[in-house]
């Protein structure tokens, strides 16, 4: 299903993804790194997609691009301003790749050429989809580096690749993805790797291209606190599936979905008391090459049931209509914190062995966290 944020109904709709699966052959059966990804994009919104490695975030916006490899089965929709991408020929997708969809991608050395020098890059970038002197595509480039944040475009737009830093190199890639204002943009973990500061200026880069272009975005990452300050929906997928989709409010602040609930639980606050432990999901993702049946993320879950091992739950609406959540007991974590549900155990820790307590089995009771001693505290 497909939930929209209110306030934009009235926003033009630019990309719709409906029932999205993609399933790549092996020789020891099929991988299904997709099933059912379904969302709606409006110009001007942001959307955020989080979830652990392999969970199909990345594959998902490929199959967007039209980047997947040709073994790869895709299958539902993809439409971009009312046209269905999927089954389109190279040379129609060439035209709207770039032009109309842009994506920057996690390493900035994949999207540039080291033997080339950025200006030339940049330059090939305009050129491909505009009839312009080269000239005035020298100029664009250079206004383009300006916008970005380049320090000294005049002498940077003649240096190559291994002249930059790493957020240099990806603020470059970022021009690029802006060089013909796109009605998209995709970015792909875009300040993976980079330190705090250098992400900050790499998340401002990105602002800034939305701005300039007008553009709406897809933010793919697996830092919440990057979707938090960018995004203004947050889809969350776990085993290649959508779990739960809302507004930043609704998942940051009343999330519905135990493995939601978890990433937010092992995200490190500034405001938090520094007496407080993080929550770690234990556990590991499920292999997508042979699914157990019923809800992927039960053997990780702490409200687990009988019916959970049967039935994978289906992404349905909370009490909120803009709000779906896949989980049969959604309900049960209104108002709850990540402590209360996903349980420290003091093996997890370094705290004595009175302090915590193991989830009880498939009771489907939420658990809570003792006090701890006044005494240990005080230690």
């Excluded at 292999?287 to 702490?302: D, K």
């Excluded at 307590?357 to 009771?365: I, L, M, N, P, W």
């Amino acid at each position: 299903m497909s939930v929209e944020k209110p306030g934009l109904g009235a926003g033009e709709e630019l990309l719709a993804v409906r029932d999205l699966t993609v399933t790549f052959p092996t020789g020891d059966g099929d991988v299904h790194a997709v099933r059912g990804v379904d969302y709606t994009l409006r110009r001007g919104e942001v959307l955020g997609i989080v979830g652990e490695s392999g969970s199909g975030k990345s594959v998902s916006s490929l199959a967007v691009m039209g980047l997947l490899p040709k073994t790869a089965r895709i299958e539902g929709s993809i439409t971009f301003q009312g046209e269905e991408l999927l089954g389109l020929s190279e040379r129609k997708l060439m035209k709207v790749r770039g032009k109309k969809i842009a994506m920057i991608f996690q390493d900035p050395m994949t999207s540039l050429n080291p033997v080339y020098k950025i200006g030339f890059q940049l330059e090939e970038a305009i050129l491909a989809h505009n009839d312009l002197p080269k000239q005035q595509a020298r100029k664009r480039t250079l206004e383009l580096l300006e916008t970005v944040g380049i320090p000294f475009p005049e002498k940077r737009i003649d240096q190559f690749p291994h002249e930059f830093s790493g957020g240099m190199r990806q603020r470059v890639v970022i021009a690029i993805a802006m060089a013909n204002n796109p009605d998209v943009i995709i970015a792909d973990e875009p300040t993976t790797a980079l330190d705090v500061t250098v992400q900050a200026q790499v998340l401002e880069s990105l602002r800034v291209a939305q701005r300039e272009t007008g553009a709406a975005m897809v933010l793919i990452t697996h830092d919440l606190g990057v979707v938090a300050g960018q995004a203004d929906r947050v889809l969350v997928m776990y085993a290649g599936k959508p779990v739960e989709i809302g507004t930043v409010d609704d998942i940051y602040y009343n999330p519905r979905m135990p493995y939601t609930l978890g990433l937010l639980g092992s995200l490190p606050r500034l405001d938090a008391n520094r007496a407080e432990r993080l929550t770690p999901i234990q556990g590991a993702p499920p292999s997508l090459l042979s699914l157990p049946p019923g809800c992927p993320f039960m053997p990780r879950c702490p409200l687990a049931r009988e019916m959970c091992a049967e039935q994978e739950p289906e992404l349905l609406p909370t009490d909120d209509p803009d709000h779906a959540a896949a989980c049969h007991y959604s309900a049960l974590l209104a108002g709850k914190k990540a402590e209360e549900v996903f349980v420290v155990s003091a093996a997890d820790t370094d705290l004595p062995e009175s302090y915590g307590a193991e989830v009880a089995g498939v009771t489907g009771e939420i658990a809570t966290v003792p006090e701890q001693p006044k005494a240990e505290q005080a230690e």
